[in-house]
């Protein structure tokens, strides 16, 4: 009994530290979103954004498309995030 009430505990607490590392796909897309605004920014540039879609791809890692408009242009950004 005490065994099982021991690895009970120990998959919650891994449970629990896991989830707190796990960024949602809305959040990561948010933030890449804002990284890649706030670098255009910082060149001088303005850059509003159409869409970001991401898809994941090997490991960790996802792959996307930014489209929006830079400087009144039209463009396209290739992304990865690590």
């Known amino acids: 009994m005490?065994?099982?009430i021991v690895s009970l505990v120990f998959a919650f607490s891994a449970l629990?530290?896991?989830s707190g590392c796990i960024v949602s796909?809305?959040?990561l897309t948010d933030k890449v979103t804002q990284g890649i605004v706030e670098?255009?920014?910082q060149?001088?540039?303005r850059l509003e954004v159409t869409d970001l879609k991401l898809e994941k791809s090997d490991g960790k890692g996802?792959?996307?498309v930014l489209t929006g408009k830079l400087n009144g242009e039209?463009?396209?950004y290739d992304v990865t995030v690590d």
């Open 2 to 4: 005490k065994k099982c």
């Open 16 to 18: 629990v530290m896991l």
């Open 25 to 27: 796909e809305d959040k």
């Open 39 to 41: 670098y255009e920014q």
């Open 43 to 45: 060149q001088g540039n």
């Open 62 to 64: 996802y792959k996307g």
């Open 74 to 76: 039209d463009v396209t």
